[in-house]
C-alpha cells in the first residue's frame, strides 16, 4: 500500500507548486494510474515516492514505512523503477542488466543467475537466446521487455512505471500492455504508473487519478470516471467518445438479456467487450447475437437496445 | 647519414639507451601524474556545469600554449633538470584528459543515470559503475592525445636540461652533426607514432563490448 498524505513540492524559482497537496492511496496490489497535461506533476508525484524527488510537505508510505526516515539509496532498491527511455545500461549484457538490482543486494552468482533466467522467461524472452546480448542489439519491445524483468529482478513489492510504453509501436505496445497488466496481477504488485494518453489508462488502471496543476481532480476506476467524470475538466479529458470508451471495459456476459427461443445466426463469447460486440453487430447489420459461455453453449442474448442501455450514463 | 647515425649508437649504447630510458620515463611519468589529476578532476567538475565550462576553458587555452613556451615559462620558476622537466610536460597532457573526461561524463544519457539512481546505486556506484565505464572511451581517447603530445613535447626537455632523445637533436644542431641528430630524432619519432599505434589498440580494448560499433 501507498499511502501519500497532503503531499506538496515546489520546484526552486517555480511560482506555483509542482504538486499541489495532494492525498491518494495506491491499496495493496492495484495499479493507480496519474495521469493528466503536461505539468499536471503526475511524474514529480512518482519520483517522490522512491525520494528520486525529495518533497516539500506532506508524508509518503510505503507499506506502512515513512520514506523519509528510509535511506533514499535502500529505498529505491526495494521499489522497481522502469522508465520510458527504458534506461538499459549499454556496456552491460542483458543479464548483467536484469541482475543489477540483486547485485547491489549482494545476492550469490547461482540465485542471481537463476532469477535472471525466471524473469527473461516471465516477460517472454528464451533466456539462452538473450541473456549475453547487449540492449544496442535488441528492438524497441525487447528492451522494454528487459526493462520490466530489471524492475521485477528483486521481487519488489512496489513498482514505479513512467511511460513505460511511450517509445513503443502500438501494435507492439497493445501487446506488452496486456503481457505486463498479466504479469502484475499475477504477482499482485502494488504499482504507480504514470501516463498521458487515456486509453492506456483505462486500461492498466484499477484506479485511475487524474491530475491538473499539482492537484488531485478526480480519483477513482475507470468505470466510474468515464460514468461519473468530476467536472468540465475530466469530461473533456477522458474524451467525446466516453459512452464507447465505457462499453470497452464492460464484458459482453454483464449486458446478457435472456435466451428467446429463436436463433441468432452469430455469437461472440462473453469475454469480449460491449464495445466489440457493437462494432460486429454494426458491420453484419444485425440487432441482436447470442453469447457463448466457456463450454460453448450460448448462455443467453445480447441486442442494441440493451447495450444502449449500458453506455447512457446513470444520473 | 643513417648509417653514420646507427654506427654513433653501436659505439655509444650507454648514452643512447640512457636517453631513451629517460625520454620515456619523463613521458610516462607525465602521463601517469595527469591522468591521475585529470581523470578524477574531469569527473567532479562534470557534475557541475559552471566548474566544468570554467575548467575546459581554461583546459582549452593550456591547450594552445606552444610545448617549448611551457617548458621555458616553467624554467624561471622551478629551474632546470628532470623535476622541472616532469612538470612542464604533466601541464601539457593535462588538457586533452581533462577536456575529454569531463565531456564525456556529461555526455552519459541522463535517462540511464536516472535508471540507475531509480534502481538505488549510490553516487560512488554509479560513477564507478556506470558514468566511467560508458565514457572510457572517450577518456582514453583523450589520453592517447596527451601521451603523443608528451612523447613528441619530450623531446625539448633537453633545452631545459631534462635529458632524453632530444639531447642528441640539441648537440647535433648546435654542433652541425647530422647523424646525432638523426639519433635523436629517428627513435623520438618513431616512439611518437607507436605510442600512437599502443594507445590506439588499448582504446578498442577498453571500450565496453556492448558499446561497440
Given amino acids: 500500500m501507498i499511502e501519500l498524505t497532503d503531499l506538496t513540492k515546489r520546484f526552486p524559482g517555480a511560482e506555483r507548486l509542482a504538486v499541489d497537496h495532494l492525498t491518494l492511496t495506491v491499496p495493496e496490489g492495484e495499479v493507480c494510474v496519474l495521469i493528466g497535461p503536461s505539468g499536471c506533476g503526475k511524474t514529480t508525484t512518482m519520483r517522490v515516492i522512491n525520494r528520486l524527488i525529495e518533497p516539500d510537505g506532506g508524508t509518503v508510505r510505503v507499506a506502512g514505512r515513512d520514506i523519509m526516515a528510509v535511506d533514499p539509496v535502500e529505498l529505491r532498491r526495494s521499489i522497481g523503477y522502469v522508465i520510458q527511455q527504458i534506461g538499459l545500461f549499454p556496456h552491460w549484457s542483458i543479464a548483467q542488466n536484469v541482475a543489477t538490482v540483486p547485485r547491489l543486494l549482494e545476492w550469490d552468482e547461482a540465485r542471481i543467475a537463476r532469477r535472471v533466467d525466471e524473469l527473461l522467461a516471465l516477460v517472454g524472452m528464451d533466456p539462452a537466446q538473450y541473456r549475453d546480448r547487449f540492449p544496442r542489439e535488441l528492438s524497441g519491445g525487447q528492451r522494454q521487455r528487459v526493462g520490466v524483468a530489471r524492475a521485477l529482478a528483486a521481487d519488489p513489492p512496489v513498482m514505479l512505471m513512467d511511460e513505460p510504453f511511450g517509445a513503443i509501436d502500438p501494435i507492439t505496445r497493445a501487446r506488452l500492455q496486456d503481457e505486463f497488466l498479466n504479469i502484475l496481477r499475477s504477482l499482485a504488485k502494488t504499482v504507480v504508473f504514470v501516463t498521458h494518453d487515456i486509453d492506456e489508462a483505462l486500461k492498466m488502471g484499477d484506479r485511475i487519478a487524474i491530475l491538473r496543476d499539482g492537484a488531485l481532480v478526480q480519483y477513482d476506476t475507470p468505470e466510474a470516471i468515464l460514468a461519473r467524470p468530476a467536472n468540465g475538466f475530466v469530461e473533456s479529458f477522458v474524451g467525446t467518445d466516453r459512452a464507447l470508451k465505457r462499453l470497452a471495459l464492460v464484458r459482453a456476459d454483464a449486458a446478457l438479456e435472456p435466451l428467446v427461443a429463436l436463433a441468432h445466426d452469430h455469437a461472440v463469447d462473453s469475454g469480449t467487450s460491449l464495445r466489440d460486440a457493437l462494432a460486429f453487430m454494426f458491420a453484419t447489420g444485425i440487432d441482436a447475437l447470442s453469447v457463448t459461455g466457456a463450454a460453448g453453449t450460448a448462455v443467453g442474448v445480447l441486442t442494441v437496445a440493451g447495450i444502449r442501455r449500458h453506455a447512457t450514463t446513470p444520473k | ?213
Wanted: aromatic share 6%; charged share 10%.
Fill in chain 2, 1 to 213: 647519414m643513417l648509417v653514420e647515425a646507427w654506427q654513433f649508437i653501436v659505439a655509444h649504447p650507454d648514452r643512447f639507451f640512457a636517453a631513451l630510458l629517460r625520454h620515456v620515463e619523463l613521458s610516462a611519468g607525465a602521463l601517469v601524474i595527469a591522468i591521475a589529476l585529470a581523470v578524477p578532476a574531469g569527473i567532479a567538475f562534470a557534475a557541475k556545469p559552471r566548474a566544468a565550462l570554467a575548467a575546459i576553458t581554461l583546459a582549452n587555452v593550456g591547450r594552445t600554449l606552444p610545448s617549448l613556451a611551457v617548458l621555458a615559462l616553467v624554467m624561471p620558476v622551478l629551474g632546470t633538470g628532470f623535476a622541472p622537466s616532469l612538470f612542464a610536460l604533466t601541464l601539457l597532457a593535462l588538457p586533452p584528459i581533462l577536456i575529454n573526461t569531463c565531456t564525456a561524463i556529461r555526455q552519459v544519457d541522463p535517462e540511464i543515470v536516472d535508471a540507475a539512481r531509480g534502481m538505488g546505486m549510490s553516487r560512488g556506484q554509479i560513477v564507478r559503475g556506470v558514468e566511467v565505464p560508458i565514457a572510457l572511451p572517450v577518456i582514453f581517447a583523450g589520453v592517447r592525445t596527451a601521451a603523443v603530445q608528451v612523447v613528441s613535447g619530450a623531446v625539448l626537455a633537453a633545452y631545459i636540461g631534462g635529458g632524453g632523445l632530444g639531447d642528441f637533436i640539441t648537440a647535433g644542431i648546435a654542433m652541425m652533426a647530422l647523424p646525432q641528430l638523426f639519433v635523436g630524432a629517428v627513435p623520438a619519432t618513431l616512439l611518437s607514432i607507436g605510442t600512437d599505434q599502443l594507445f590506439g589498440r588499448l582504446q578498442k580494448s577498453m571500450t565496453p563490448k556492448g558499446l561497440r560499433a
